[in-house]
């Protein structure tokens, strides 16, 4: 019997900076496989969620399961270690350093070079752009470029579950759907994926699931179709009244 594996699972996560809750109790599950978007406006927790799971922030509260393993109280880079990626918000890329420099700072965490070369390969054959300036520093880049940067080095950790957060910020339509035809690849590829996006057709378009935060709790969740079409979502998040 099939039975759906839950790659990662966050329960009633509670998150704060000092005195001010950001994050009030939320529970969400990702699949092995899966395209999960995390829909919400400004401010909702959305990258805090991000930095919890990931280990750069610790919870107040709850707890968050990779693998049938439990992360909340495990350092950052042993998460990256067990597959667990994150292309942060705002991209965060070193500009002095050159973009292959860049890249390769995403497999700190790895000993096997055969396979940090295919990485490498990989990233090069879905960004060419990268491979092109290679040498460059990638202060150099353009907005749009140094985002593909960005996941392209989350890309060399060789994770399982990749989580991005707003890739498409700033993107000129085109460069966004690029980057969305990227995400539809890792999947097939086999990652699994949590995708924050404030674009909601182009992110519920691709998700397999969705869930919308609002003020740090979830208050709608259904497959992205559903979500889609759901009157709620089209008035706030696609601008329909
Ligand atoms: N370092 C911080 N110190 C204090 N408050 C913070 C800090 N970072 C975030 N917050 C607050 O926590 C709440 C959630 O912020 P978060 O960045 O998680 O939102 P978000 O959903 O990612 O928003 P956006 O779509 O604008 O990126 C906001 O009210 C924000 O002001
Ligand atoms: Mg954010």
Redesign the pocket.
């Known amino acids: 019997m099939d039975r759906w594996v839950e790659m990662l699972e966050i329960k009633d996560l509670k998150v704060a ?1 000092g005195r ?1 809750r ?1 994050v009030k109790g939320v529970s969400f599950t990702v699949e092995e496989g899966q395209i999960v978007c995390l829909l ?1 406006t ?7 969620t991000l930095k919890t799971i990931s280990g750069l922030l610790r919870a107040e509260s709850g707890e968050i399961w990779f693998d049938g393993r439990r992360i909340d109280a495990q350092p950052a880079h042993e998460i990256v270690g067990l597959g667990l990626a994150h292309s942060p ?1 705002g991209r965060r890329i070193f500009p002095r350093l050159t973009v292959e420099d860049n890249l390769r700072l995403g497999a700190f965490a790895r000993k096997d070079k055969a396979g940090i070369a295919k990485d490498l390969q990989r990233a090069y054959g879905l960004f060419p752009v990268l491979y092109e300036r290679r040498a460059q520093p990638a202060g150099t880049f353009s907005g749009g470029e140094q985002q593909m940067l960005a996941i392209g080095r989350s890309l060399l950790s060789h994770p399982r579950l990749l989580m991005l957060d ?1 890739p498409s910020m700033g993107l000129s339509p085109l460069m966004m759907q690029r980057i969305m035809t990227t995400i539809a690849e890792l999947q097939q590829e086999g990652v699994t994926i949590l995708l924050v996006e ?1 674009n909601a057709q182009a992110a519920l378009s691709l998700a397999d699931y969705g869930y919308v935060l609002e003020t740090g709790v979830i208050t709608l969740e259904n497959t992205g179709r559903a979500l889609l079409s759901d009157e709620r979502v089209r008035k706030a998040y696609l601008g329909e009244d």
């Open positions: 900076y001010v950001a919400g400004n401010g909702a927790g959305k990258t805090t918000e707003e404030q």
